[in-house]
């Protein structure tokens, strides 16, 4: 019964390759985010879609591309990866988008390490 | 700007109470939450606080809001050694008219016999 999933859990990688991460969610949400956590455990935004589409995107590299094929997925796809990539990031939903401070509910993570 | 503010330790001996603060810019933020990440976890939602209230009690946990000094605090009653954690606060803000949540740097409670 888990609410939103993340795969896969751990990812190790070298520096240039492409990798994506796949995040679902079964709680029938409309919106859904990814969000970075550097080593010092800072958590930052990243993308948000809201029933497929692009709402948010903040100050990311275009190597960070999103893709969301139905409202119950949100993938990330990473191209060329760099050292910096390195860090934990999180899927979360909220069911709408509109209403202000919506609860967000989390993935358990992709932690990310590029050699 | 947005910007949501917490001191990043604290350490409390099991069977205290503890205090864990924040601060936050957005006055027009409707909601503001505390979420817990357990070493090597994910982010779990503990409780969460609408803006036109001064305090919510949960069990264990109590928020305090003072919106006039835009402060936000959790007190975790009776601490015991499963609630080492970091704590993020976030508020609820606006993107475009968009949804986000702006979290604080996280808050490393450390539980000692």
């Known amino acids: 019964d888990t609410a939103v999933s993340q795969t896969p859990k751990y990812l190790v990688t070298q520096m240039g390759n492409d990798k994506s991460i796949k995040c679902e969610q079964n709680l029938g949400h409309d919106t859904m985010y990814w969000y970075k956590q550097d080593s010092k455990k800072f958590l930052k935004i990243m993308f948000s879609?809201?029933?497929?589409?692009?709402?948010i995107n903040e100050t990311v590299p275009n190597r960070f591309s999103p893709k969301s094929p139905d409202k119950a997925h949100l993938n990330l796809h990473i191209n060329s990866l760099e050292l910096g990539d390195s860090a934990v990031y999180f899927c979360?939903?909220?069911?709408?988008?509109?209403?202000?401070?919506?609860?967000?509910?989390f993935g358990p993570g992709t932690r990310l390490l590029v050699l | 700007g947005e910007d949501v503010e917490q001191s990043l330790f604290l350490s409390v001996r099991e069977g205290d109470s503890s205090v864990i603060n924040c601060t936050y810019t957005?006055?027009?933020?409707?909601?503001l939450y505390w979420y817990k990440q357990e070493p090597g976890a994910g982010l779990q939602l503990l409780t969460y606080?609408?803006?036109?209230?001064d305090m919510k009690q949960d069990q264990r946990l109590t928020v305090l809001l003072n919106k006039k000094d835009k402060h936000l605090s959790l007190r975790i009653a009776d601490t015991q050694t499963g609630d080492s954690a970091i704590y993020f606060c976030a508020e609820g803000g606006f993107s475009g008219g968009y949804n986000k949540l702006i979290f604080g740097a996280g808050t490393r409670l450390a539980v000692h016999p």
């Open positions: 979360a939903s909220s069911p709408k988008e509109t209403k202000r401070g919506e609860t967000q509910y």
């Open positions: 606080i609408f803006s036109n209230m």
């Open positions: 879609y809201n029933n497929k589409e692009l709402i």
């Open positions: 957005d006055s027009s933020s409707t909601y």
